[in-house]
């Protein structure tokens, strides 16, 4: 049984054990020296609040219509940047998490030089990728499409790794038991009891990868971005908010698509 020293709850008598209430009040602390830093002022943030209820009114408006078929190319070019940069992305995220997963790793060090490259690859953000690509490759949706795949192989793999750790052994013994080789053990046993795991987070990759895209073009990286920066820079809310309600749209179709597969596989 648990005693109430220890960071457990509920306790045999129901009451928070004071290494918990401790801790609470520790990161409470923190947290209070730590606004200052950041500018966190409540009463900035309640004054702030008309300029947001004024914000939101102003998207109260008749959609500019014409901006549809310029909308719609744009669209199709954001989802096929995430859609690409995530496509890449799993291809090389896959080995790489083999590699760097601690129970499929064929060799210790091959398995922490694995975890460094994950680490190095999503350091810098999608940004700054954006403008190194671009800054390479020019202007267009390929320096976006190379900046989110770089990004998202040191996530996804990371995912894909976190997920491949937590199968179960026992499809693993029975395979060896038989004689089955390092990859007929990675492919028939890891990699199926995984694979729901998998999919979900490819899935909300691919998601994050829609959101993301929406941004890089502000460096000039295809997509929507430029245009939904220009829209609020302009105060053109007819356009912004044809904008944000097809950005909504697909990221809402994304995410059923995302359970009704991720319950299929199951």
């Known amino acids: 049984m648990n005693s109430p020293s220890r960071l457990c709850w509920p306790t045999p ?5 004071w290494r918990l ?5 520790l990161v409470l602390a923190l947290l209070a ?6 500018e966190m002022d409540p009463l900035k943030l309640l004054h702030s609040l008309g300029n947001l209820a004024d914000f939101a009114t102003r998207l109260v408006t008749v959609p500019q219509w014409d901006y549809l078929p310029q909308l ?33 790793t064929p060799r210790p060090w091959l398995g922490r030089v694995s975890r ?12 700054i990728w954006a403008l190194v690509f671009v800054a390479a490759l020019g202007l267009g949706p390929l320096p976006g499409v190379m900046a989110l795949a770089v990004v998202t192989v040191g996530f996804m793999a990371k995912f894909f790794a976190e997920a491949i750790e937590v199968v179960d052994d026992k499809a693993v013994e029975g395979l060896t038991a038989h004689n089955a080789g390092w990859l007929q053990v990675r492919t028939f046993a890891h990699l199926p009891q995984a694979l729901p795991d998998l999919l979900g987070s490819l899935m909300y990759i691919l998601d994050h990868n829609f959101r993301a895209a929406t941004i890089l073009g502000i460096v000039g990286a295809g997509g929507i971005g430029y245009d939904l920066v220009m829209s609020m820079r302009l105060y053109d809310f007819p356009r912004l908010l044809l904008i944000m309600v097809a950005v909504l749209l697909v990221v809402s179709a994304l995410d059923r698509l995302s359970d009704a597969l991720r319950k299929r596989i199951i």
């Open 13 to 17: 008598d129901s009451r928070a054990p």
């Open 21 to 25: 209430i401790g801790l609470a009040g």
């Open 33 to 38: 020296l730590s606004a200052p830093l950041v």
């Open 72 to 104: 719609g190319i744009k669209l199709l070019e954001t989802f096929e940047i995430a859609f690409l940069a995530t496509l890449l992305a799993a291809v090389v995220s896959l080995p790489l998490a083999l590699f760097a997963a601690r129970n499929t």
């Open 116 to 127: 460094l490259l994950l680490s190095l690859t999503r350091a810098l953000p999608d940004l």
